[in-house]
């Protein structure tokens, strides 16, 4: 069992960067997939991105993509995410999640845990 905490949101303005942080408590973070998701009000969650317990393989929802990086560190037993170009339609709060299966997955239902979730407010 993993117990993720994110942290790092904040209200930012347009076109700032942010870095968000998911810590993991744990000794098997590093066979973990991860990913971040984000749900706005009134809206869906939404996938943001994902990578493989390594590290080497990343995946991005269209959205975001060449926008947000994803990384770990697995020392560190973290995970990260690089928002650049932010704009209002990036404020949302947002989730990492652990998925113990091999392969990375864009459906929330296939992660099986999360965080409590960190707020992004982008102002125009």
């Known amino acids: 069992q993993v117990q993720l905490v994110e942290s790092g949101g904040e209200l930012v303005q347009d076109g700032d960067s942010l870095r968000l942080s998911c810590a993991a408590s744990?000794?098997?973070?590093?066979?973990?997939?991860m990913a971040w998701f984000r749900q706005a009000p009134g809206k869906e969650r939404e996938f943001v991105a994902a990578?493989?317990?390594?590290?080497?393989?990343?995946h991005y929802g269209d959205s975001v993509k060449g926008r947000f990086t994803i990384s770990r560190d697995n020392v560190k037993n973290t995970l990260y995410l690089q928002m650049n170009s932010l704009n209002a339609d990036d404020t949302a709060r947002y989730y990492c999640?652990?998925?113990?299966?091999?392969?990375?997955?864009?459906?929330?239902?296939?992660?099986?845990?999360w965080g409590q979730g960190t707020q992004v407010t982008v102002s125009s």
């Open positions: 999640a652990a998925k113990k299966l091999v392969g990375i997955a864009t459906i929330a239902g296939l992660y099986d845990y």
């Open positions: 744990g000794r098997t973070f590093s066979s973990y997939y």
């Open positions: 990578l493989d317990s390594s590290g080497d393989i990343t």
